[in-house]
């Protein structure tokens, strides 16, 4: 039989517990529901209790002897992190691309010139599934190690029915070998390969016609994601990929606004999306539409600075009411981080978020941004016991010392995984 697990005295206890659901927005980013000398009881995988640790001693002093007890004395301990948008599953690397850009390359001159998303797309072809599930084991044992317990991951390096089920394949076959969650999204739509360049609507066609039927058939992704951006999909083409996703029953996502203003914030409130991502270029009328349509901001701080752009305006967006998430977007071309703490240090640096916002914006809404927040994203009795104990003393020095894994302890869903 398993032991209970105890864990107490932690010096703060970042609950995120919250009376009203759904993705947290302006103030409420900020109220972290903070216990000191807080103290967890996890049984089979699931919380049973919060509180004091004087509470839970009282509570359960009948089966202490029981208990695999964790002394959390001096240290923070937080829900896991949740990590609402990368492209884990992908064959190759592209350091050359890294050195291009300090020679002065865009993203899309290199992305035209045959690199960026058409370079993985070949050794993403190239690969067998059993080298991408390698490959792919590699970074969520290194997500794994900075505190990330659930990952949404796209396709989108296939970019032809073969490969891009082959990606969804791996990330369905990793989500039952390996501890983190995986929570699948179709990106199809994520360039068009250049056997379509010159016919772009006939790309688009097929993933309608032939992709998302199969896709959402076999039951392999929760989400649909597309790359509205100039020179790769319109608003028009983004649209009809869309809304034929959420006719297969796929809940639309959007890559929006990166690189230019190109309506793509617009966009995500009009087809209902539940998540933007990147906006670094978002126009004001977008913001206020997210705002009101409850989109989430899913902002890529790190991809920002990889590309020496300038930062999505997270601390308007907040201002505005559109509920922020926070991501890695782990990609080979301008994010190649698993590093969470980072983003969340960036977050405050770059986007000006509060260190409790920005715990937030990687937790619990995160987890709203890919529907797990009845799951994970704060510690509740009844959710996954999913549970980092952290090598300082609040969520404040969390987000001040830069740079660093103050990773000790996680568990996932009850088991130890790291520490």
Known sequence: MVKPIWIMHASQLVTLAHESPGPRVKEAMSELAIIKDGS????????????????LQTNYADRIEEAEIVDASGHLVTPGLVDPH????????????????????TYMDIMNA????HATTRMTREATEDELVEQTTKRLNSFLAHGVTT????????????????????????QAEHPIDIVPTFMGAHAVPTEYKGREDEYVDLIINEMLPIVASEKLALFNDVFCEVGVFTPEQSERILEAGKLHGLTPKIHADEIEPYQGAELAAKVGAISAEHLLKASDVGIKAMAEQGVIACLLPATALYLRETAAKGRAMIDA????AISTDCNPGSSPTTSMPLVMNLACISMRLTPAESLCAATYNAA?????????GSLEVGKQADVILWNVNN?????????????????????QVVG
């Open 86 to 105: 990368t492209h884990l599953a992908f064959g190759g690397s592209r350091e050359r691309e890294f050195e291009m850009r300090l020679e002065g390359a």
């Open 40 to 55: 967890i009881w996890i049984e089979n995988g699931i919380i049973q209790a919060i509180g004091t640790t004087n509470e």
């Open 368 to 376: 709203c941004a890919i529907q797990m927040e009845d799951k994970v």
């Open 395 to 415: 969520y404040q020095e969390l987000q001040y010392l830069f740079g660093v894994n103050h990773v000790k302890y996680v568990w996932k869903k009850g088991v």
């Open 114 to 117: 045959g690199g960026g998303i």
């Open 321 to 324: 009411g559109v509920p922020v």
């Open 151 to 174: 990952v949404e991951g796209k396709s989108g390096y296939g970019l032809d029915l073969e490969t891009e089920l082959k990606q969804l394949r791996v990330m369905k076959r990793l």
